[in-house]
C-alpha cells in the first residue's frame, strides 16, 4: 500500500511560479513510476507529468511542456511538480499518483495508476 500526501498548493497571479510536493509512505517509493494529474471543475481528471522509478526518464502533456518540471528524491520518499510561467488554465486540483515497480515505459491514463493521493488545489488569476 502507498499512501500519497501533496503540498504546495495556492493562489497566484499568472506567470508566477509554485511547486507542489508528494511525500510517500512506502518503503517502495523508489520503485514506482510516479506521475501528476489534474482536474478543473466539470472536466475530466488529465494527465500532467510522469517520472521513471529512478528518474531517468519523464514525460509531459503538452500543455505544460517547457514550463512544467517533475523531479523525484527517492531518499525523500517524495516527488515534486516545478510548475513556472502558470496561466489561469492551470487551475485545477492537482493530484501525485503511483503504480508500478521499475518499469521503462511511462504512462499517462488515470486508470493506468493504481495509488493517489487526496489532491492539492492551484488557483491561478489572471
Known amino acids: 500500500q502507498v499512501q500519497l500526501v501533496e503540498s504546495g498548493g495556492g493562489l497566484v497571479q499568472a506567470g508566477a511560479s509554485l511547486r507542489l510536493s508528494c511525500a510517500a509512505s512506502?518503503?517502495?517509493?523508489?520503485?514506482?513510476?510516479m506521475g501528476w494529474f489534474r482536474q478543473a471543475p466539470g472536466k475530466e481528471r488529465e494527465f500532467v507529468a510522469a517520472i521513471s522509478w529512478n528518474g531517468g526518464s519523464t514525460t509531459y502533456a503538452g500543455s505544460v511542456k517547457g514550463r512544467f518540471t517533475i523531479f523525484r528524491d527517492n531518499a525523500k520518499n517524495t516527488v515534486y511538480l516545478q510548475m513556472d510561467s502558470l496561466k489561469p488554465e492551470d487551475t485545477a486540483v492537482y493530484y501525485c499518483?503511483?503504480?508500478?515497480?521499475?518499469?521503462?515505459?511511462?504512462?499517462?491514463?488515470?486508470?493506468?495508476?493504481?495509488?493517489w493521493g487526496q489532491g492539492t488545489q492551484v488557483t491561478v488569476s489572471s
Open positions: 499518483a503511483a503504480r508500478g515497480v521499475f518499469e521503462a515505459i511511462l504512462h499517462s491514463t488515470p486508470a493506468e495508476y493504481s495509488y
Open positions: 512506502a518503503r517502495t517509493f523508489s520503485a514506482h513510476t
